[in-house]
């Protein structure tokens, strides 16, 4: 389906970007997936398969992101899913500096690689972006969240109309099983897993290949655009 295609997976060496990248590789594509350190991209890389490459890119740094997409040159689909979620926890607590933080780990980090990335897609191509369900329904204690992948959410439509006919989409995941939540206690990791379970239509906490699904539709159907796909088990519907 995507032979002879080149998609880049900015943050595609663990979770939902591994997960996207294994899925596009199985497509057909060759992919690209950084993440911050050189080893751990390449070790990811050589794991998903023959189609696979792996740079370290930081983000957070536009000139090392330059770099990296000059060497990569020309592709089709550029998938942003790097991890944030620093400004999590009741409004209360989160200051200045949380905030701050949260948009520089994850609200200024995509917008370099969409600014930096969009003018090495060729043809017509395709942007996803992976932003999160508290940007889509109101959940006590995640304003912060909220706000940042709000933020990104809102210049889904805008760049699509800018970019064109390079199409902009993102996945609005819900709560996903990935190493992200490793940095919790297990005992409380599995406590939120199990509250989310049992709140969520599905039944269960979402898997990272659930959202590798969803962003493989979004680069291969070519008259999906501006769209914000929500893969969430129904979870803003409760
Ligand atoms: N998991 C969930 O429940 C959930 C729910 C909603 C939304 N999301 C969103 O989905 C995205 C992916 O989350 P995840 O759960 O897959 O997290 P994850 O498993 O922790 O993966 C995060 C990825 O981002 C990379 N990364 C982090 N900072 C980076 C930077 N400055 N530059 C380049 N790469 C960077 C990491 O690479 P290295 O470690 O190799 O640097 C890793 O590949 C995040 O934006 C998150 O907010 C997640």
């Known amino acids: 389906m995507l032979e002879e295609q080149k998609a880049v997976i900015v943050g595609g060496t663990s979770g939902i970007g591994l997960a996207a990248a294994t899925e596009l590789c199985r497509a057909g594509a060759k992919v690209w997936v950084t993440g911050r350190t050189q080893d751990k991209a390449m070790a990811v890389a050589a794991a998903i398969g023959d189609r696979a490459t792996g740079d370290a890119a930081d983000a957070r740094d536009a000139v090392k992101l330059q770099a990296f997409f000059a060497k990569v040159g020309e ?3 550029l998938i942003v899913a790097l991890g944030g979620g620093s400004a999590i926890g009741a409004f209360k607590d989160l ?3 949380k905030m701050r933080a949260g948009f520089d780990n994850k609200f200024w980090p995509y917008l370099n690689a969409i600014r930096i990335g969009v003018g090495y897609i060729r043809g017509p191509g395709s942007i996803t972006l992976i932003t999160g369900a508290a940007g889509r329904r109101a959940i006590k204690g995640t304003s912060g969240l909220a706000a940042v992948n709000g933020a990104l959410q809102a210049i889904i439509g805008p760049l699509a109309l ?3 006919p390079i199409r902009v989409n993102a996945v609005s995941p819900g709560l996903i099983a990935t190493p992200y939540w490793d ?8 406590a939120m897993y199990e509250r989310s379970a049992a709140s969520v239509p599905v ?6 290949n659930d959202i590798g699904q969803a962003v493989l539709f979004l680069v291969s159907n070519g008259f999906t655009n501006g769209a914000i796909l929500d893969c969430d088990g129904g979870a803003r519907l409760v």
């Open 75 to 77: 592709f089709d689909h």
């Open 95 to 97: 200051d200045e500096a």
């Open 162 to 164: 800018e970019l064109a």
């Open 183 to 190: 940095r919790m206690p297990e005992d409380a990791r599995r």
């Open 203 to 208: 039944g269960r906490v979402g898997a990272p």
